[in-house]
């Protein structure tokens, strides 16, 4: 029985449930609590509550996995998530990655093949393959997927070397990969470039953000490529808004494409960008449906009401997500 590793350890993938491929439970970089947090807007105790309430309401309204995509970059931090899955039922599976939209971090610049410290095998591919592998510092918590950014700025130096240490980490292990992108830059379409060029297989590739575009031809080549399309920020009506991408997704599942398309909200149970209660009120009043229930309460009955079938939200929530997390 193939297993997918999870905060709590190993889970069969049958038992992965209804799941939302792109969530975060904690965006929170260390540099910010350690330099301008404390005592100020970070209270600990109270945001590890916080961020338990939310997924009990999640897995109450019939969620079984959140899949977080919160790596290096948005402030990864495995002993909090830890603390989090272990009072809540909800599944939460984590990533390995890098998360820039230009840059590589300094940390990696002056190592690497042909770098200052020439060394035969890129450290970062060494570093995700260790989080994949063995597991994430010493937490004992094994990433069981990779996740990295190809934003409006294309492939920088930076963000082509991330990806194709992406792309080699996932040959070497057979882990699936996610891909934050940009799609008014339609930059979906040099993720597949380069995953082609790379190997990689890519019916076990998710398009982060694919959901942003109504872009039928763009969302349909990511799709005939084999790429699985993320309509994974609902509730984010600046980038589209529900009814747009409730019309799109319709569409592609009618086409036969619901085989090829995974939902989620890209919420997080606390983000640092909208650290303050006046930053958080802000938000709320300008996405007022970015919330963690917002695909079960209000999606879900819009899809079926466009004619999506039971068996084609399966598919989006079990089916995929599953097929994702299994060995090829
Ligand atoms: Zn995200």
């Given at each position: 029985?193939?297993?997918?590793?999870?905060?709590?350890?190993?889970?069969?993938?049958?038992?992965?449930?209804?799941?939302?491929?792109?969530?975060?439970?904690?965006?929170l970089?260390?540099?910010h609590v350690?330099?301008h947090g404390?005592?100020d807007w970070w209270?600990?105790?109270?945001?590890?509550?916080?961020?338990?309430?939310?997924?009990?309401?999640?897995?109450?309204?019939?969620?079984?996995?959140?899949?977080?995509?919160?790596?290096?970059?948005?402030?990864?931090?495995?002993?909090?998530?830890?603390?989090?899955?272990?009072?809540?039922?909800?599944?939460?599976?984590?990533?390995?990655?890098?998360?820039?939209?230009?840059?590589?971090?300094?940390?990696?610049?002056?190592?690497?093949?042909?770098?200052?410290?020439?060394?035969?095998?890129?450290?970062?591919?060494?570093?995700?393959?260790?989080?994949?592998?063995?597991?994430?510092?010493?937490?004992?918590?094994?990433?069981?997927?990779?996740?990295?950014?190809?934003?409006?700025?294309?492939?920088?130096?930076?963000?082509?070397?991330?990806?194709?240490?992406?792309?080699?980490?996932?040959?070497?292990?057979?882990?699936?990969?996610?891909?934050?992108?940009?799609?008014?830059?339609?930059?979906?379409?040099?993720?597949?470039?380069?995953?082609?060029?790379?190997?990689?297989?890519?019916?076990?590739?998710?398009?982060?953000?694919?959901?942003?575009?109504?872009?039928?031809?763009?969302?349909?080549?990511?799709?005939?490529?084999?790429?699985?399309?993320?309509?994974?920020?609902?509730?984010?009506?600046?980038?589209?808004?529900?009814?747009?991408?409730?019309?799109?997704?319709?569409?592609?599942?009618?086409?036969?494409?619901?085989?090829?398309?995974?939902?989620?909200?890209?919420?997080?149970?606390f983000i640092d960008w909208f650290p303050d209660e006046?930053a958080r009120?802000?938000?709320?009043?300008?996405?007022?449906?970015?919330?963690?229930?917002?695909?079960?309460?209000?999606?879900?009955?819009?899809?079926?009401?466009?004619?999506?079938?039971?068996?084609?939200?399966?598919?989006?929530?079990?089916?995929?997500?599953?097929?994702?997390?299994?060995?090829?």
């Open positions: 029985m193939p297993t997918v590793p999870t905060v709590r350890g190993p889970l069969d993938t049958a038992d992965l449930g209804r799941t939302l491929m792109h969530e975060h439970v904690f965006v970089s260390t540099e350690q330099n404390t005592g209270d600990e105790e109270e945001r590890v509550a916080d961020a338990v309430t939310k997924l009990d309401e999640l897995a109450a309204l019939g969620i079984d996995t959140i899949v977080d995509p919160t790596v290096w970059g948005l402030g990864r931090h495995l002993p909090r998530v830890q603390r989090v899955a272990a009072q809540t039922a909800l599944n939460i599976v984590v990533a390995t990655g890098i998360y820039t939209y230009d840059e590589a971090p300094f940390q990696y610049l002056n190592r690497g093949p042909g770098r200052l410290v020439d060394t035969a095998v890129d450290p970062m591919v060494t570093d995700f393959v260790r989080d994949l592998r063995e597991g994430i510092a010493d937490t004992g918590v094994r990433a069981a997927f990779l996740k990295c950014v190809v934003e409006a700025k294309g492939l920088t130096p930076g963000v082509d070397r991330v990806l194709r240490a992406v792309a080699a980490a996932h040959r070497e292990t057979g882990a699936p990969i996610t891909v934050h992108t940009n799609a008014r830059a339609q930059t979906g379409r040099l993720v597949v470039q380069v995953l082609r060029e790379e190997g990689a297989d890519l019916t076990r590739v998710v398009i982060g953000h694919a959901g942003d575009s109504n872009d039928r031809d763009y969302l349909r080549e990511l799709a005939d490529a084999g790429c699985v399309l993320g309509m994974d920020r609902f509730g984010l009506d600046r980038y589209n808004t529900t009814a747009a991408r409730v019309d799109t997704i319709a569409e592609l599942a009618a086409a036969g494409y619901a085989d090829r398309m995974v939902l989620s909200q890209d919420a997080s149970c006046e009120a802000a938000l709320r009043r300008s996405a007022p449906n970015w919330t963690f229930t917002h695909v079960p309460t209000d999606v879900l009955p819009l899809l079926r009401e466009r004619g999506v079938t039971e068996e084609q939200l399966d598919q989006m929530l079990v089916g995929t997500p599953r097929r994702y997390f299994e060995p090829a």
